[in-house]
């Protein structure tokens, strides 16, 4: 007996040590404590061996997208292709249905046109877009205004091609002249050119949509060309004049408007279609964080689970089934995007360790590891010891992953810290420190 309760005390002496390893590194990073959430539990068992404001409703940013991504995957299915279909009539009328695909590109819809010519399509009647996959809510619920401009978070719909961005190309001219600004294609919207050529390139964009959203101010330098990556903010518009470019090229004589309207049951048949399988999402999603991705993904699945339109309820309803399905609870949970852009997602430290322990099977693997996606830079010290998933917003820095110990032990963890008064790089210091501290203690 005596034996038992010497061991009970050890185990008990090393659990406060390595609380209080943690503890010392918050306390020495000069972060408020009330601003951390740190939750860390065995991968195998789920006890937790480590919590700090763990049921502490927080804001996940992008770590939100290990929740979305797994039930989104769950409901679409491992084999689900993005499909964008040309159909025939016959009465020589034509049918795009669009499935939203996130990696549909202008040369995708040159392809369809161009297979379509050599099928003796020519000066069809009409030309219809199918666009009800997703509803034409462009934007996440609570996403920044003054974000329009930022190249990581387009807008997303049915409407998707080349990102959803446009490429604006600017040259130097002669010395102390202002620069060349274009667009790589055309799309029509209007420049401010404040930009000077000189030694150095700093070139800042902005734009006033309360005034005019098709002008935008260009200002600085520049001293070599370079192309800067602004998302389009109309989305339909910049499909529709790409879906021009490729009937004029491949000469199919059509000229008209592309009203939307369902694709007929019957009477058709299959012209061409241009595919992408989902596992091309998976990297994009989990290593680079693409939000527009991760919002058509998490939507596509909305509409799949709703066997409809795909829309934020439609969205929530298939996650929270997931959940229930997973036996996680989600009662301090509220989740209103698919990629943790906007500061109206809530969850708990805690919660995000169950998930991630629920969902070992599916995750682990496909996180990158330290050097890799969004770690590049980050981790070096655990090497291959650790997955994860990182999260940044304006006050808010997360991450969430596993790490295996020193001692071999793998552990689930999530770490948000929201903290206005610190510094972005302050933040994500704190994090390695107190990872650091879980390999080497644990």
Do not use: C
């Amino acid at each position: 007996m005596k034996k038992i309760i010497y061991v009970l005390i050890i185990f008990l002496i090393g659990l406060q040590v390595n609380a209080s390893g943690i503890d010392a590194q918050i306390r020495q990073s000069g972060i408020n404590k009330g601003a951390v959430s740190v939750s860390v539990k065995d991968a195998q068992t789920g006890k937790t061996v480590y919590g700090l404001n763990d049921r502490q409703p927080s804001m996940p940013a992008s770590t939100l997208k290990l929740v979305t991504l797994s039930a989104s995957l769950d409901t679409l299915g491992e084999n689900y292709e993005f499909a964008t279909k040309l159909y025939k009539t016959s009465n020589n009328e034509l049918y795009l249905k669009l499935s939203a695909d996130p990696f549909l590109s202008s040369d995708d819809l040159k392809n369809l046109a161009e297979t379509a010519s050599k099928k003796n399509i020519f000066e069809p009647k009409a030309f219809y877009i199918d666009d009800f996959v997703l509803d034409n809510v462009e934007w996440g619920e609570g996403w920044q205004w003054d974000d329009d401009l930022n190249s990581l978070m387009p807008k997303f719909s049915s409407y998707n091609i080349d990102g959803n961005l446009l490429s604006v190309v600017i040259s130097p001219t002669s010395s102390g002249a202002p620069a060349e600004i274009r667009t790589a294609k055309f799309y029509p919207v209007t420049f401010m050119n404040l930009v000077k050529t000189s030694s150095v390139n700093s070139v800042n964009l902005s734009r006033n949509n309360s005034i005019s959203p098709d002008i935008i101010t260009v200002e600085g330098t520049v001293q070599k060309q370079f192309i800067e990556k602004i998302p389009v903010n109309n989305p339909k518009r910049y499909f529709t004049l790409r879906l021009e470019d490729a009937l004029r090229s491949a000469k199919l004589g059509y000229y008209g408007n592309f009203p939307s309207k369902k694709l007929p049951a019957d009477k058709i048949y299959l012209v061409a279609e241009v595919k992408h399988p989902i596992n091309s999402a998976v990297n994009k999603i989990l290593h680079e964080s693409n939000n527009m991705v991760a919002e058509t993904i998490f939507k596509s699945a909305g509409a799949k689970f709703a066997n409809g339109t795909g829309t934020l309820e439609n969205s929530q309803k298939m996650l929270y089934e997931y959940l229930k399905k997973s036996d996680i609870n989600f009662d301090d949970v509220k989740i209103v995007d698919g990629s943790g852009v906007s500061k109206n997602n809530i969850v708990t430290a805690d919660f995000m360790t169950d998930f991630l322990i629920k969902n070992k099977d599916k995750l682990k693997e496909n996180l990158p590891t330290a050097g890799e996606g969004t770690l590049t830079n980050r981790m070096l010290y655990f090497k291959d010891n650790i997955r994860a998933k990182t999260g940044t917003l304006s006050d808010v820095s997360s991450i969430a992953g596993y790490i295996t110990s020193r001692s071999g032990k793998t552990y689930v963890f999530d770490i948000i810290i929201n903290d206005a008064k610190s510094k972005s790089g302050e933040k994500k210091s704190l994090e390695e420190y107190i990872l650091r501290e879980i390999y080497a203690s644990y």
